[in-house]
């Protein structure tokens, strides 16, 4: 069973910037790639951004200009680098590859 564990939520000013990581027990993003999805209150999860397992990178509109997605599969890890934060990028921000979620982590952008 992968685990997928993210960190680097916080508390930012409009603005601001962030940078997430998501860190798997085991190699799996050399293989599958990964996503990183958003849910804001009270509304759906949705897709952020994705690299695949060739480095070929995907990005929501919202994303896109602002948010940079990147892997390191040496260490199990990917980040999202998020810049120019806006109020409603305020959510959970969730890491999946395969069939595998983490947990998430939370991100607030004060107004």
């Known amino acids: 069973q992968v685990q997928l564990a993210e960190s680097g939520g916080g508390l930012v000013q409009a603005g601001g910037s962030l940078r997430l990581s998501c860190a798997a027990s085991m190699s799996i993003f050399s293989a599958y790639g990964a996503n990183w999805f958003h849910q804001a209150p009270g509304k759906q999860r949705e897709f952020v951004a994705r690299?695949?397992?060739?480095?070929?990178?995907n990005y929501a509109d919202s994303a896109k200009g602002r948010f940079t997605i990147s892997a390191d599969n040496a260490k199990n890890t990917v980040n999202l680098q998020m810049s120019s934060l806006k109020p409603e990028d305020t959510g959970v921000y969730y890491c999946?590859?395969?069939?595998?979620w983490g947990q998430g982590t939370q991100v607030t952008v004060s107004s």
């Open positions: 690299v695949t397992p060739d480095g070929t990178t």
């Open positions: 999946a590859s395969a069939r595998f």
